[in-house]
Each structure stands twice: as structure tokens, then as C-alpha cells.
């Protein structure tokens, strides 16, 4: 079974520019969630979406938005990359209903604003 | 306030020598937690679901145990590939489904 998808892997930016990130999750799965984690820092989480509605969100900026579609897969948006928004961006499904749900990640997309 | 702490930050054992991480919750009521392995720059793996105080679950060297207040993931005779950040997160029952985080352990084993 094929895991969670996130392209691109990596990503050069610039300042002010905007950029935007994908994620496929494991096919079944309904809840995407995105992640940002810097050099020795622990998750900070993002957003989740749940059958393409926003269920929860953590506290980021507006510049941080996202999407889901019908088919689960999601996209989150940066605008006006910032320097500090350079990170391992992270994105994790699950089921996300009925009991505990694991969360699965993907391998992350790697992004450098200069 | 739901919340999960992990000690120690950091943990440098010897290859062999056995040792337990701490993962302390509060949450108003559990509906899971979760144990994970991270490898520098990549993403985090799963490991273990734990339901309910005095679950155990275990896989290789690893095994995870529950109470009430706390999860230790206990390593027994460790080897160098087991180093890596360990991460532990809760569920509660009235979080919409949000995982909340612990920081970490960095286990660095030494061969």
C-alpha cells in the first residue's frame, strides 16, 4: 500500500514569493494534517483538514493556508515567504474518525527562503 | 490544558545498555497515544498505539507501557541504528481529533 506523497521534496525561494506544497495521503484516509519543523525543534502544527473542511489550527499566520480536495489530497500555501518560514514542512493522514487514529507521515518537503 | 511532556531532552547510552523515556500527559480523557521515531530530515515513523492504562505493546528492542499519567518506551540491549528523536503525542476525547506533541528524546546509543 502506497504511503503519503509530498512534493516537491525540496524547494528554493525567495523572499516574498509564495509557494505552494503538496501532499497525497494513503488512499482511505480523510484527514490531512501539516506540520512545520525546524533545525532542533519539535512539530508545530499547522492546520488539518477533514473531508475537505479545516477541523482544526494552530497558531500561524494568515500568510499559512491550505486546501483539501475530494480526493483527500491537499495543498498548503505560503505567501510572502519570510526567512524564518524556512523549515521541513510535514504532512501526516489518517482516518481521523472512529477511535484513535494513527497518523502516518510523508518524508517532508524541505523549504529555503534566501 | 491538554499537555505532553517528554523527558529527557537527550539520552546517551551505551550499544546494550538498557533504558526507559518518559512521556507525561494530562488530557481531560484519553482516546489514544502514540509513539514515533524520527530520523534527521525526515518524517516521523509510527511505532505504537496505546489505548488504555496498563496496556504494553512491543516490537524488536522497543516497548511501550501506559498508565494513567505517563507512557515509558523502554529500550532494551539497544544497538547504534536505534538512535533518533523519539516522539510521543496524545489524543484526548474532546480534541476534534488533534494530535497533541511531545518535544522529544534524542537517543544517541554509542557503539
Known amino acids: 500500500k502506497a504511503g503519503v506523497t509530498q512534493t516537491p521534496r525540496y524547494l528554493i525561494k525567495t523572499r516574498g514569493q509564495q509557494v505552494t506544497l503538496s501532499c497525497s495521503p494513503i488512499s482511505g484516509h480523510r484527514s490531512v494534517s501539516w506540520y512545520q519543523q525546524t533545525p532542533g525543534q519539535g512539530l508545530q502544527f499547522l492546520f488539518e483538514y477533514f473531508s475537505e473542511t479545516q477541523r482544526n489550527k494552530g497558531n500561524f499566520p494568515g500568510r499559512f493556508s491550505g486546501r483539501q480536495f475530494s480526493n483527500s489530497r491537499s495543498e498548503m500555501n505560503v505567501s510572502t515567504l519570510e526567512l524564518g518560514d524556512s523549515a521541513l514542512y510535514l504532512c501526516a493522514s489518517s482516518w481521523g474518525a472512529g477511535g484513535p487514529t494513527e497518523a502516518f507521515f510523508g518524508q517532508g518537503t524541505r523549504l529555503t527562503v534566501v | 490544558e491538554d499537555q505532553v511532556t517528554q523527558s529527557p531532552e537527550a539520552l546517551r547510552l551505551q550499544e546494550g545498555e538498557s533504558s526507559s523515556l518518559n512521556c507525561s500527559y494530562t488530557?481531560?480523557?484519553?482516546?489514544?497515544l502514540f509513539w514515533y521515531r524520527q530520523d534527521p530530515g525526515k518524517g516521523p515513523e509510527f511505532l505504537f498505539t496505546?489505548?488504555?492504562?496498563?496496556e504494553e505493546k512491543e516490537k524488536e528492542r522497543l516497548k511501550a507501557t501506559l498508565t494513567k499519567k505517563e507512557s515509558f518506551l523502554h529500550i532494551t540491549a539497544p544497538k547504534p541504528e536505534d538512535s533518533a528523536t523519539y516522539l510521543c503525542?496524545?489524543?484526548?476525547?474532546?480534541?476534534?481529533?488533534?494530535?497533541?506533541w511531545g518535544a522529544g528524546t534524542k537517543l544517541i546509543i554509542k557503539p
Open positions: 496505546l489505548y488504555s492504562a496498563g
Open positions: 503525542a496524545v489524543q484526548a476525547m474532546d480534541s476534534n481529533y488533534q494530535l497533541i
Open positions: 488530557v481531560s480523557g484519553l482516546r489514544g
